[in-house]
């Protein structure tokens, strides 16, 4: 079954302390496509200009990767440019420009509407909605956002977080979410809004997963060299749901099992810039680091 | 077989989010002793002042924690003044009085020097070279140190660590030592100067363990509420230092679990001020949160 994706196309110009990239092949809908589809079909809705080169996108679609979504207007597609700083972990963002991107407004093709499994990737909270209105009960809806969001729809996101089954976010925006500052209460007093289960992304320091009655606990992947950080958390995302679309149900084990494969997607994705890693690598390459990790936390 | 451990006994002001404690038993060693008594007998090295009030450790030394390598000098015990920042990974220290501690020549008691392991707490890397000059041939030997020797006795603390078998140190401390940006990376280096094993602390992300040939990421024990960090990291070595003092044989494997016996130790300290909450508890609740953070781990 394939999984439904909704977010944005960009065209992203990096700088980080190992080089850059211009005008390279970026976006949410697109990391979460790239490693979502290691697991499982994925159907994106998103939106370019007719600036953009599909030649670009073909090697997602022979991973299954389905574009009939994907909507071409006039005008420019969406351009991001941002710098990193020495240690990763902070970014400057050089310039934004949404372009078609602006007045994006997601329309789900018919046979898509009947997806298992959606991502709604960091767009507009109230565009977020209207796709929830468009599909029939998906068996699983999870929820990316951002602080500009957080802070300018605050109402919408709201809405959303009582609609979704899981919220994908940082830890940064799990405090301003609910100005609590202890991480765990802060996760209780969103899973009593509704999401069965949130994951909350640390970075470098791994991810934690909270559901009403448990933990688990999911290290980063040990990477001796981060070349662009750019695309993690929609990578990470991708090899989460992914791994899901590959389960029959979906419970507490498999949930855990999905932190796993998102944290290990995502290591790919890191290690150079724009899709160079997700490009090159097969899932054999995601199950030997799955074990790897395994190794690394027993005791 | 008693573990030998020569640091700072001090009497602490601390304030945090949650409340203040005046006078407060601290200091590496004790902190370090009442962690690792839970497994094994401990001798201690230190000095205190006149003033200090031995019906307070009356506990330790029911717990199997030897004194008598404890001198008492004309003079007032070391006093430590800090405040902990809302989020509790800040603190500003408000004063520093050494006091005896100024003036501290680790002597180690005739009895003592046949330390199978030896915990070499924050102190003056000169006297930690001093102190492994009076003992005979331990089978472990390890190193805490702080960004103040860092910067301050380089080239002792450069010595000390090609002499000694293990290095706990928090993620900063380990970045001001190689000026190498990568935690791994940083690792590999400091590994070729001499010791067998790094432990990297990131106090609420857990501890990375890194041999030459392993990895083992652990995470910190999930806690709704920290009340006070002061004393974790000695906690943390004791529980770690104590864990192995209860193995035949140091390898690889007890290596880990003693990251996770000094995690949870280190766990309980910061619920509550000073040693309230090692002082309540026995072996029975540290055993029963490793199985906790074991379940927490497994996918």
Not at 10 to 19: H, K, M, N, R, S
Not at 78 to 100: A, C, E, I, P, S
Request: hydrophobic share 40%; aromatic share 12%; net charge negative.
């Amino acid at each position: 079954m394939s999984i439904l994706v909704v977010g944005s196309i960009a065209l992203d110009t990096v700088e980080t302390p190992f080089g850059n990239a211009q005008d390279s092949l970026g976006g949410s809908a697109l990391y979460f496509s790239a490693a979502a589809s290691f697991f499982a079909p994925v159907n994106l809705v998103g939106v370019v200009g007719k600036d953009f080169d599909f030649s670009k996108i073909e090697f997602l679609k022979q991973r299954g990767v389905d574009f009939e979504g994907l909507g071409v207007e006039d005008g420019e597609t969406f351009r991001w440019g941002g710098r990193y700083h020495k240690n990763m972990n902070q970014r400057d963002t050089l310039f934004t420009y949404l372009n078609v991107f602006k007045n994006f407004q997601p329309v789900i093709p018919d046979h898509y509407r009947d997806a298992r499994l959606i991502f709604l990737a960091n767009i507009d909270p109230e565009l977020q909605l209207d796709v929830l209105h468009q599909v029939k009960g998906p068996e699983l809806t999870v929820l990316d956002t951002m602080n500009f969001w957080i802070s300018g729809k605050r109402e919408a996101l709201e809405e959303l977080i009582t609609k979704v089954d899981v919220l994908i976010l940082n830890d940064e925006e799990l405090y301003e979410l609910t100005n609590i500052p202890n991480m765990y209460d802060s996760a209780h007093e969103l899973l009593q809004q509704g999401p069965r289960a949130l994951v909350i992304k640390k970075g470098e320091h791994g991810a934690v997963l909270v559901t009403v009655d448990q933990y688990f606990l999911a290290p980063a992947f040990p990477l001796r060299k981060v070349v662009d950080p750019t695309g993690a958390g929609d990578s990470f995302a991708g090899g989460f749901l992914g791994y899901l679309a590959t389960c029959k149900t979906i419970d507490a084990k498999h949930f855990r099992k999905a932190v796993i494969y998102g944290t290990v997607t995502a290591s790919f994705t890191v290690e150079d810039f724009s899709f160079n890693r997700l490009r090159e690598i097969s899932r054999k390459e995601i199950e030997e680091r799955v074990e790897t990790l395994r190794n690394m936390v027993v005791f």
